[in-house]
């Protein structure tokens, strides 16, 4: 699932492409935005929030669209082949004179008025991107927010409704950087350890989006019973969230192994 930092480098590109620009082509092919014709405006940004995308009109408009498991968005010139979209995954086209962007196998479409983006993204917790991020906010707001401060760490990391914008390899690469067990209750943690868990996550990511995602280090995610860089250990996966929502965290079972006396919740 694309985390925080492929919805950054989506929105620049898209933002780069459409951005001062009146949309001459807008297909919206989701359920009852059939209907929205939203040709002729201008196009005033596209920006990211957590995991979602925002394409906004000067006259007010929002498109947001959810990439959830298999989305993306891509670009391509105005009249050429790749930009007809005519394929069934294609759910949202929006082109400009010269640039056309297209989203396939989106997640969630949505067309609201700008002054209304908060009846979609209000339940969010603060973009742990944002850089405006208040740190101490958003550690209180990751021990407490949705299901409360009984859940694990992992879970905690992953629940948008904490902080927006962090998936597995993020949760997973930044609580094994902390030599966190990903299974204490998020509870345990004080708000110095759960700000050093959001900044870690926060570095890793600003990387990526500065320098594109071949950047990106994977130490542990994806290494299922390859040797811990640190300790040689062989990583293990466990499963964070209970079934159909479950997501793989991988960890070392020593460097991240659990303490004497603290709770956990497996
Ligand atoms: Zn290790």
Redesign the pocket.
């Known amino acids: 699932m694309p985390e925080g930092d492929v919805l950054r480098l989506t929105a620049a590109r898209l933002d780069a492409a459409l951005r001062g620009a009146v949309l001459v082509r807008a297909e919206l092919r989701w359920g009852g935005l059939g209907d929205i014709d939203l040709t002729g405006r201008e196009v005033a940004e596209v920006v990211a929030y957590g995991k979602n995308l925002l394409v906004r009109t000067t006259d007010g408009w929002t498109v947001h669209a959810h990439l959830r498991m298999e989305g993306r968005w891509y670009v391509a010139r105005t009249g050429s082949p790749e930009a007809e979209g005519r394929a069934p995954r294609v759910r949202a086209v929006l082109a400009s004179a010269r640039w056309t962007a297209l989203g396939e196998n989106l997640g969630m479409l949505n067309v609201v008025r700008s002054r209304d983006e908060r009846r979609l993204l209000g339940h969010l917790g603060p973009d742990v991107l944002a850089d405006a991020l208040d740190v101490r906010a958003a550690a209180l707001r990751l021990r407490d927010a949705g299901d409360g401060p009984g859940v694990s760490v992992s879970e905690a990391l992953l629940d948008q409704r904490r902080v927006a914008g962090i998936g597995t390899i993020y949760a997973a690469e930044s609580l ?1 950087a902390r030599r966190t067990d990903p299974w204490r209750t998020v509870g345990t943690l004080d708000a110095d350890e759960l700000a050093a868990l959001l900044l870690t996550a926060r570095r890793d990511m600003t990387v990526a989006v500065m320098h594109g995602l071949e950047a990106r280090e994977s130490r542990v995610h994806g290494r299922l019973g390859r040797p ?6 062989a ?1 293990a996966v466990r499963q964070a969230r209970r079934p159909p929502e479950e997501r793989p965290i991988f960890f ?5 192994a659990p303490q004497p006396g603290v709770s956990r919740s497996v």
């Open positions: 094994f811990c860089v640190r300790c040689r250990t990583i070392c079972p020593r460097c991240q």
